[in-house]
């Protein structure tokens, strides 16, 4: 009697093959670049707005900080990854914006899934921003809210989509979007939610450290900081140069978190290098206001720049210059021909764009020299693809 030969096993991820090569033929593939310790590229790219991530003050309060407490929280904040640490680095920035109390979490995404999801329930309406930020979405789906998704800095859509809604609803917004660079109308949408009694839930990622008295942030800059019916989740990644993320507003809303919120309690506390690297800039900010606006004139004169030469550059309302380019081919090619010229910057294409409209994206920094300014600006210009200027 014969032996049946064995199947060939069937390649349950065989589908990854197709979608790569879709991904390539529509100039959407991406990949791992993994940088040295010491870039001979100017960049243009991180988010390091106020030149922290490096500064010996804060690079030397994370080493001392690792080795004080260890290399890792070693377990939740609800079991071992809380320290004293944490407790101080929440005390200080709550002070610095104007929050009557902070909670500290491992990313910033996190702090934003956090956010939405403990504070809505089943029959609570969400109004989101068609631009906000990939955290902010992925929080509005998993917080089996109802949500409505309102075209961009539109106040008046907010207010049509609250119109007759009479249960829990949470208006959510970045602060600055990541996109374009642009701020939304904060005032104006304070002003909605409060006319049909709902919390405003804003990420200020993009603004804490560089918007506000000193950098105190945009909620501060707009009047809400401290408001018993506003939010604010940001990063420590950004502007303070280091890792984690934060939310901020009323204490009663923290302590709900601590006690709702699961990538508060399943997560494992933010690492103590980074905490205390995040403390050591923030105390560096306080003594050192100044920064915030070097790195707001950086970008404003990035963008003098490259709209003078005819390129279609969005303006700036923090740090983000945003340059459009024809095609995500296109805006490839562009970013690696200044990579190879010795310039760093972002390629965001879809699905990284809400518009699906491809673009350089320029983060400005405040230890930028001007001579370093004009030559960027210059690379960019003499790099551009042809159908990227606006006269084109």
């Known amino acids: 009697m014969k032996s049946t030969p064995p199947t060939a096993p069937h390649d349950p991820f065989g589908w990854i093959a197709e979608h790569t090569a879709v991904r390539a033929a529509?100039?959407?593939?991406?990949?791992?670049?993994?940088?040295?310790?010491?870039?001979?590229?100017?960049?243009?790219?991180?988010?390091?707005?106020?030149?922290?991530?490096?500064?010996?003050?804060?690079?030397?309060?994370?080493?001392?900080a690792c080795l004080t407490w260890g290399a890792g929280a070693t377990g939740s904040r609800l079991v071992t990854g809380s320290t004293a640490l944490h407790a101080e680095l929440e005390a200080e920035i709550a002070d610095f914006t104007g929050f009557e109390a902070a909670l500290v979490l491992a990313s910033g995404?996190?702090?934003?899934?956090?956010?939405?999801t403990a504070l809505t329930a089943q029959g609570t309406l969400l109004v989101s921003d068609a631009a906000n930020h990939a955290s902010l979405i992925d929080g509005c789906r998993l917080s089996r809210a109802r949500t409505e998704v309102v075209p961009h800095a539109d106040p008046d859509a907010v207010r049509k989509a609250l119109a007759g809604h009479t249960g829990r609803a949470v208006v959510v917004s970045d602060a600055v979007f990541s996109v374009d660079g642009d701020a939304a109308p904060l005032a104006e949408l304070a002003a909605a939610a409060r006319d049909s009694g709902a919390a405003l839930l804003v990420d200020d990622a993009h603004g804490l450290g560089v918007l506000g008295d000193g950098g105190r942030g945009a909620l501060h800059a707009a009047g809400l900081a401290g408001a018993p019916d506003v939010v604010c989740t940001a990063t420590l990644s950004k502007s303070l140069g280091a890792q984690g993320g934060v939310v901020l507003g009323p204490a009663a809303v923290i302590d709900h978190l601590v006690n709702a919120a699961r990538t508060f309690i399943f997560d494992t506390g933010l690492a103590p290098a980074a905490a205390g690297a995040a403390l050591g800039a923030l105390r560096l900010l306080r003594?050192?206001?100044?920064?915030?606006?070097?790195?707001?004139?950086?970008?404003?004169?990035?963008?003098?720049?490259?709209?003078?030469?005819?390129?279609?550059?969005?303006?700036?309302?923090?740090?983000?210059?945003?340059?459009?380019?024809?095609?995500?081919?296109?805006a490839v090619t562009w970013a690696a021909d200044c990579r190879s010229a010795g310039l760093s910057v972002g390629c965001f294409r879809p699905p990284s764009v809400p518009d699906g409209i491809s673009r350089l994206r320029l983060t400005a920094n405040a230890t930028l020299t001007d001579e370093q300014i004009a030559t960027s600006a210059s690379l960019l210009i003499s790099t551009a693809p042809p159908l990227a200027t606006t006269t084109a």
Request: net charge positive; charged share 20%; glycine share 6%.
């Open 287 to 330: 003594r050192e206001p100044d920064r915030p606006a070097r790195a707001l004139a950086a970008a404003r004169t990035f963008h003098r720049l490259l709209t003078a030469a005819g390129l279609d550059a969005a303006p700036p309302d923090a740090c983000v210059v945003s340059v459009r380019a024809p095609s995500p081919s296109a």
């Open 26 to 64: 529509a100039g959407l593939h991406r990949e791992l670049r993994p940088r040295p310790a010491q870039s001979p590229l100017l960049d243009l790219a991180g988010n390091d707005y106020l030149g922290l991530s490096r500064h010996p003050e804060v690079t030397q309060a994370g080493a001392d």
């Open 109 to 116: 995404y996190a702090a934003n899934l956090a956010a939405v």
